[in-house]
């Protein structure tokens, strides 16, 4: 009977830890993040409601975009020289070849149209007293803008590699140092604060919050200088699976060997049995 109280009073301060103090514990130290939107569902519908032309949009691109960014794969390179646009920019605007393999199309749209409400960056750049490194093309029709976003997806490759989708989207601006990927920037200069190296990051973050997090950096660090980064769902895996491959390259070895560890326990408890049965035989 005493055994069958003890018992009571273990289960009830377990379970009262369990659901009274646990959950509180984890919402706490992880509040809840709404899941990554790849849809954008908060910026405009542009490249769903309007046509587009990709020989305009090449036009236009040449137009406007290539006196800062180069486009490789087309052959032509940027007109600012690489010192002066960190000077200016603090970071050297992205190489656009790929840009309409990563980005999802709306968010691309919407970023020409609109970097700052695109990259959640209102309330670092008012556009009054304080404006932000990329101009804003709103004066365009979205039918121009949608062809500008055609011509980029009719340039782009169909593949990349996770480590060349990361420099696209991330390397302008964070450094991979185990991997001795260098960001050319100042960025500390321009944004007010210092974009971490990303080699360990996928151990102090993890995933999840990874993957929360470049979809919509302010969800966990308000106020952040980062800008959101609209890569659809696959670019943004890549990404992630990048962090992995250098950061926590003993991974898939480490998964690989569980099952043999759990097998090994399975065994040992078998064999206890089989020992203590063969103990306690004699004792009754
Ligand atoms: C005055 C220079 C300048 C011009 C002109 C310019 N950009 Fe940019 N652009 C930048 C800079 C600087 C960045 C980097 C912004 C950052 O890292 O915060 C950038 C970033 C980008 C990005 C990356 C967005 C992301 O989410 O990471 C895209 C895409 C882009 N520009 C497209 C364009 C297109 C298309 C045009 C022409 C319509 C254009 N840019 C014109 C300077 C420019
Ligand atoms: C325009 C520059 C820029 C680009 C591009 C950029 N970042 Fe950042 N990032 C920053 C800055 C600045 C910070 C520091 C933010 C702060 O302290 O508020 C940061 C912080 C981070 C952090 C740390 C978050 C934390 O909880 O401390 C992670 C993770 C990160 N970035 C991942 C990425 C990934 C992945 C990409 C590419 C998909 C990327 N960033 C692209 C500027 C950038």
Redesign the pocket.
């Known amino acids: 009977m005493k055994e069958l109280k003890i018992f009571g009073v273990i289960t009830f301060f377990t379970l009262v830890t369990y659901w009274g103090v646990e959950p509180l514990a984890h919402s706490i130290f992880h509040p809840h993040v709404e899941p990554a939107d790849f849809q954008f569902k908060d910026l405009e519908a542009i490249t769903t409601t309007t046509n587009s032309d990709v020989a305009k949009g090449k036009e236009?691109?040449s137009q406007?975009?290539i006196?800062?960014?180069s486009i490789n794969n087309e052959g032509i390179s940027a007109q600012?020289d690489k010192q002066t646009?960190i000077d200016n920019?603090?970071?050297f605007?992205?190489d656009?070849s790929t840009?309409g393999l990563i980005?999802e199309s709306n968010?691309?749209a919407n970023?020409?149209k609109h970097?700052v409400k695109?990259?959640k960056l209102e309330h670092k750049y008012d556009g009054v007293n304080k404006f932000?490194?990329?101009?804003d093309?709103s004066w365009m029709s979205n039918e121009d803008i949608h062809s500008?976003v055609a011509y980029?997806k009719s340039i782009a490759p169909t593949k990349l590699t996770n480590k060349e989708v990361f420099i696209d989207?991330c390397g302008?601006?964070h450094n991979m140092k185990y991997d001795k990927v260098k960001a050319d920037s100042d960025v500390t200069k321009v944004?007010g604060s210092t974009p971490p190296d990303l080699s360990m990051i996928i151990r102090s973050r993890g995933e999840h919050y990874l993957e929360t997090f470049i979809n919509d950096p302010q969800k966990h660090l308000k106020g952040t200088a980062m800008?959101?980064?609209?890569l659809n769902e696959s670019a943004q895996k890549q990404v992630i699976k990048y962090l992995e491959e250098i950061g926590d390259s003993k991974k898939a070895e480490r998964e690989a060997i569980a099952p043999y560890v759990l097998g090994f326990l399975g065994f040992m408890i078998f064999v206890s049995l089989l020992w203590k049965r063969e103990v306690w035989s004699e004792v009754k």
Do not use: D, E, K, S
Not at 227 to 230: A, D, F, V, W, Y
């Open positions: 236009l691109t406007n975009c006196g800062c960014h600012v646009a920019y603090g970071v605007p992205p656009l840009a980005y968010y691309l970023f020409i970097p695109a990259g932000y490194i990329m101009p093309y500008m980029f989207a302008r601006c944004m800008l959101r980064i609209g």
